[in-house]
């Protein structure tokens, strides 16, 4: 049965990620303890009317309270409209109204290699699944067990410009290989995320997963290479969301059925992370 719980929270901490970006820490016990990584909320101001909707934002990472307890969650974002013209004026104390946790999240890594491939915003995701990989972390209300821990943990981040880049205090972890691109070469490899991706494959392809998430055009080309190196991919959809928990079919995609045919699936309750070669990209 779907349990998800609204809350009345309290904005912790506020602070800025990369040019028009900010990271805010939002006061939620529950919630903290029960995301996983993948796994989103949404989000509106306690009170008015405007916007009305709530938005939908990727678990960053879950804060922790100084007995090690799940206090709260951090989320990333980026200014692009209305909402998130608001949140960029949030500050400390403010009440919004956050509910989730929402949809599958990014199933536990099991392999040899785990390569995430984030573009812009979508690197978000990835703190708490790099995290969890390397064992530093666990979410969960029965926290989830790796039988079979990534050897190798790998980060590919592409970003227009240098001045893009957010977290890179965060993601500075040990046993992280941390590679960078930029479209306009301000630092790391000067050209696409998606030509780190395929130069790691290249060299050793055995094994491998791959984690994306990032504008839809790089989704579509990080699947494609996985195809054609028969990596297996899932990708986490960032599709525009009216209620977050099924009940408006706004957030619908479409996927490929076993027989060849197609059909809609909720990005909200059926993803937003699916396994790249069902979905019509
Ligand atoms: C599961 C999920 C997780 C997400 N996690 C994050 C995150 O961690 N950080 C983050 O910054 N964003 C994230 N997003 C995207 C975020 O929800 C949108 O940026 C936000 O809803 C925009 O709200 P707004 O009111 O500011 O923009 P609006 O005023 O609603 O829209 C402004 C402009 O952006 C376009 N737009 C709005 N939403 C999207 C979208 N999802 N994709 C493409 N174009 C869009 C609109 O068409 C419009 O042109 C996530 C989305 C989903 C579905
Ligand atoms: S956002 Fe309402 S059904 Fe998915």
């Given at each position: ?29 529950e919630l903290a303890s029960a995301i996983t990584p993948g796994q989103f909320f949404m989000i509106r101001p306690a009170t008015g009317s405007d916007p009305l909707l709530g938005r939908p934002f990727a678990l960053y990472d879950i804060v922790r309270d100084s007995a090690g307890q799940p206090s709260g969650v951090e989320f990333g974002f980026v200014k692009v409209g209305k909402m998130t013209t608001l949140m960029s004026q949030w ?191």
């Amino acid at each position: 049965m779907l349990c998800v719980k609204q809350h009345q929270a309290k904005i912790v901490a506020v602070r800025a990620m990369a040019q028009d970006t900010w990271a805010v820490k939002v006061h939620a016990p529950e919630l903290a303890s029960a995301i996983t990584p993948g796994q989103f909320f949404m989000i509106r101001p306690a009170t008015g009317s405007d916007p009305l909707l709530g938005r939908p934002f990727a678990l960053y990472d879950i804060v922790r309270d100084s007995a090690g307890q799940p206090s709260g969650v951090e989320f990333g974002f980026v200014k692009v409209g209305k909402m998130t013209t608001l949140m960029s004026q949030w500050s400390e104390g403010e009440e919004v109204s956050i509910w989730g946790p929402l949809g599958n999240g990014f199933p536990v890594p099991e392999c040899r290699h785990l390569i995430c491939v984030a573009g812009g915003i979508g690197q978000t995701p990835f703190l708490g699944v790099i995290r969890e990989a390397l064992g530093l972390e666990s979410y969960g209300i029965s926290p989830r067990s790796i039988t079979t821990r990534p050897q190798q943990v790998s980060l590919c981040y592409g970003v227009r410009s240098a001045r893009y880049l957010a977290g890179l205090e965060e993601f500075t972890i040990p046993g992280l290989d941390l590679q960078i691109a930029t479209d306009d070469g301000t630092t790391g490899h000067h050209g696409y995320v998606t030509q780190l991706l395929q130069a790691k494959l290249a060299q050793n392809s055995e094994g491998v997963h791959v984690y994306c998430c990032g504008p839809e055009p790089m989704m579509k080309a990080v699947a494609e290479i996985c195809k054609a190196a028969a990596v297996p991919c899932w990708l986490s959809l960032e599709t525009p969301m009216a209620c977050g928990f099924g009940a408006c079919f706004s957030c619908v995609t479409k996927v490929v059925e076993p027989d060849g045919s197609w059909d809609y699936r909720r990005t909200c309750v059926e993803g937003p992370v699916f396994r790249a070669e069902q979905l019509v990209l």
